[in-house]
């Protein structure tokens, strides 16, 4: 099981006893540009710290499960990523599976800044990646709650 969590204008605190509510041990930071204007607790150094000193682990795999490619060619017609191309891709498999083989030894939670599970590439690319290989996905909310799972079938 993998749950997946949106730091959107959250306090560290709030997130962090989000993540302690439910149990969870590594945070695998999925933002492909890990920073925020917005919410610096939430840049890359600072979330890194902030999150060892309360007693989680840490991992940045945006640069494979980000969900803003670099690479042009991971981009559809009007410059918006095509999540088939890029979970299509060497480098993002490689990354899901080694996120699979963490979610089987720990809890883990996959993080981004989108607060909306079903508006990011959360549940678009990792999330349907990841069912697709028998894994149970659950997406928290900013109040703790879990969210609704998505309709089965849908064109997300």
Do not use: W
């Not at 800044?113 to 990646?129: Q, T, V």
């Not at 290989?133 to 998505?150: I, K, W």
């Amino acid at each position: 099981m993998v749950y997946t969590l949106g730091h959107s204008s959250l306090s560290f605190e709030a997130f962090a006893a989000i993540l302690r509510q439910h149990g969870i041990a590594l945070v695998v930071d999925v933002r492909s540009e890990p920073y925020s204007r917005y919410a610096p607790q939430f840049n890359k150094a600072e979330l890194e710290q902030a999150l060892v000193a309360a007693g989680f682990a840490y991992r940045y795999a945006g640069a494979a499960l980000g969900g803003k490619p670099r690479d042009e060619s991971l981009l559809g017609p009007r410059g918006v990523p095509d999540y088939g191309r890029i979970a299509a891709t060497p480098a993002f498999q490689r990354a899901l599976e080694h996120l699979c083989r963490l979610a089987e030894e720990q809890v883990v939670a996959v993080v981004c800044s989108e607060g909306d599970p079903m508006a990011c590439h959360r549940e678009k690319l990792i999330a349907r990646e990841l069912r697709a290989r028998g894994v149970e996905v659950r997406h928290l909310l900013g109040d703790g709650s879990l969210a609704a799972p998505p309709a089965q079938g849908s064109l997300l």
